[in-house]
């Protein structure tokens, strides 16, 4: 039997956990699909790469594999003398099977020789999309319709593009550069294979008056002289509608007045906050009167906005 480094395969140390294999696997899954790669041997690492995490993503065929020992990678090996009947492969015979046979015969565990490849159920193939919302989807969720052409193999493992429409439902609360998981929404699994999954690369527009950071809201909040010295009842937007601030007196520009629970919605049904940062914002010209009133101000005060200066 030639041995094949399955580690090697994915480029993952033999002690990486489960996570850093499936990530290992979706990078070079991509990078060597037979439809997008344009390396020469494409397919055939794409199917060393399948081949590879469908033994290292499932925890006993791991055990099993390492149980191997380390070899060479295609050099001729012999499994332990016991490892057969540890693994329920007892009756498969060494001389003539290929290591993938041998590692999907054990998913039918003390069942003789096990399934062969061409009779193993196969998973479908996870599709991946990119989506780009508006603001307002993105704070109130959206329905929408995608086409996609996917890559999807038969059972004699040709592949072939295959269009689909389908309706997703994208949540409230998704921020810019998310990626979402649908389960199922993948390619079709083939003889009782699960199907795939369907990820969403999510971007999402700006918005001329709300800037988003992480799950809160913030916008500008301009305020006349007046208004931030005497206090002021003010209307600002929110992204669910106009609402009324309540300004203090003495507010001071940069200041920010938090308005709880209108921010992006949490996966859990609770919500980031909405925050309105000051902007004092003064006449660019004013008539003679008004002029005259600045003027009483200025000499009735003194309140000096450089005294820490001196």
């Not at 309540?246 to 308005?259: F, N």
């Amino acid at each position: 039997m030639k041995y094949k480094d399955y580690y090697a395969v994915l480029g993952v140390p033999r002690d990486a956990d489960a996570a850093a294999i499936k990530t290992a696997y979706r990078k070079l899954a991509r990078k060597f699909h037979p439809d997008v790669s344009k390396e020469a041997d494409a397919e055939e690492r794409f199917k060393e790469v399948a081949e590879a995490y469908e033994t290292l993503k499932d925890a006993e065929k791991r055990a099993a594999y390492d149980q191997l020992g380390q070899h060479a990678a295609g050099s001729d090996f012999r499994p332990p003398p016991d490892w057969g009947q540890s693994h329920g492969a007892g009756q498969f015979s060494f001389d003539d099977i290929d290591l993938a046979d041998l590692f999907a015969g054990l998913s039918g565990r003390g069942g003789g020789g096990g399934a062969r490849r061409g009779d193993r159920p196969i998973p479908g193939g996870d599709y991946e999309a990119a989506v780009h919302l508006t603001f307002e989807q993105a704070f109130e969720g959206a329905e929408l319709e995608l086409d996609l052409a996917a890559v999807e193999y038969d059972e004699q493992g040709n592949a072939r593009r295959v269009p689909h429409r389908m309706r997703v439902r994208v949540p409230k609360g998704v921020t810019d550069g998310q990626k979402l998981r649908v389960p199922g929404k993948g390619g079709k699994g083939l003889r009782g294979g699960r199907d795939g999954d369907l990820y969403l690369d999510i971007t999402v527009a700006a918005h001329p008056l709300f800037r988003v950071d992480g799950m809160d809201i913030h916008v500008d909040l301009p305020v006349a002289p007046w208004e931030a010295v005497l206090g002021s009842s003010v209307e600002i937007p929110t992204p669910a509608g106009r609402v009324t601030l309540k300004v203090p007196a003495g507010t001071r520009a940069g200041q920010k007045m938090r308005l709880g629970g209108r921010g992006m919605a949490r996966p859990d049904g609770s919500k980031g906050d909405l925050y309105a940062q000051v902007e004092i914002v003064v006449p660019t010209s004013v008539d003679e009167r008004q002029r005259k009133l600045y003027e009483q101000i200025r000499d009735a005060t003194t309140f000096d906005p450089r005294a820490h200066l001196a």
